[in-house]
């Protein structure tokens, strides 16, 4: 069973930087793309951005310059720092991993639990 645990959300004033993190664990032989997902309050959840096993990354348009995603392979851990950070991007940030080779085969679209970022103006 594949579990992800993400970490390091909190309140933090407009303006400022926070850093997530987020580990896979379970019986895991490799990720294919991890990500970061963020739903505000009335809203659908949404892409922030992706990253393939290879490094290849994705950003939304909106943290493109100001969000830098990397992971670590030999850990299945995926980060995001977040600069620059707007008000408007108050919202459970989410982990996702997808393609996720295991001792059953191949598994689809997990979720973290997620970790509330706050950000005050």
């Known amino acids: 069973q594949v579990q992800l645990v993400e970490s390091g959300g909190g309140l933090v004033q407009a303006g400022g930087s926070l850093r997530l993190s987020c580990a896979a664990s379970?019986?895991?032989?490799?990720?294919?793309?991890m990500g970061w997902y963020r739903q505000a309050p009335g809203k659908q959840r949404e892409l922030v951005a992706t990253i393939t096993s290879g490094g290849t990354t994705n950003y939304a348009d909106s943290v493109k310059g100001r969000f830098t995603i990397t992971r670590d392979n030999a850990r299945n851990t995926v980060y995001l720092r977040m600069n620059s950070l707007k008000s408007e991007e108050t919202a459970v940030y989410y982990c996702?991993?997808?393609?996720?080779?295991?001792?059953?085969?191949?598994?689809?679209?997990?979720w973290g639990q997620g970790t509330k970022v706050t950000v005050s103006s």
């Open positions: 379970g019986s895991i032989f490799g990720i294919s793309t």
């Open positions: 996702n991993a997808d393609r996720i080779l295991t001792m059953g085969g191949y598994e689809h679209d997990y």
